[in-house]
């Protein structure tokens, strides 16, 4: 939309001051950001969501729903039409089935689990898809400059960092 030109985004920086606003009100209604764009009291954040952000597997169900299971990434037929068609003719709606590659999902968790305010643990997510998924120089300097956090073995973005997390991935990943 805003290549056609029919949406104008909001001058960064004011963008910034109301997610920053956004984040204080919330706060203090006891609702805490415990995603980039979710909050919720202690113990009520989305399970379903958190699926997704943590980087687990998940079936999507229905027309236009897309899932992520067994190294697969899956699409729906988007029209319910298309999606009823398919799934009498094939006994799924699936439009779109690809195997993701080893960098491809560990790009993908990366980029969700930073979405989280509890981070994700780097070592063992490279572990797990057995490719390097961060450079550690760039965390090093984003951690200097404030942007980023270590806990252990755990590494998040701190609120100065979740304004520009979009260019905190682009630098990190390996």
Known sequence: M????????????????????TQDRTAAAGLR?????????PGAESRHNLTYW???????IGPGAHG???????????KPENFLSALSRNGHGIAEEAPLSAREAADEALVMGLRLTEGI???????????????????????RSGHLSTDGYRLST?????????????????
């Open 2 to 21: 805003v290549a056609k030109r029919e949406f104008e985004p909001l001058d960064g920086d004011i963008a910034a001051e109301l997610f920053e606003l």
């Open 33 to 41: 950001g415990y995603e980039i764009s979710n909050h919720a009291a």
């Open 54 to 60: 943590r980087y687990g597997d998940y079936v999507g």
């Open 68 to 78: 992520r299971r067994l190294g697969s990434r899956t699409v729906r037929h988007r």
């Open 121 to 143: 643990d780097a070592g063992a997510l490279e572990h797990r898809f057995g490719v390097p998924l961060i450079d550690q120089s760039a965390v090093d300097r984003l951690v």
């Open 158 to 174: 701190t609120p100065a960092g979740r304004l520009v997390l979009d260019r905190i991935l682009a630098e990190i990943a390996a």
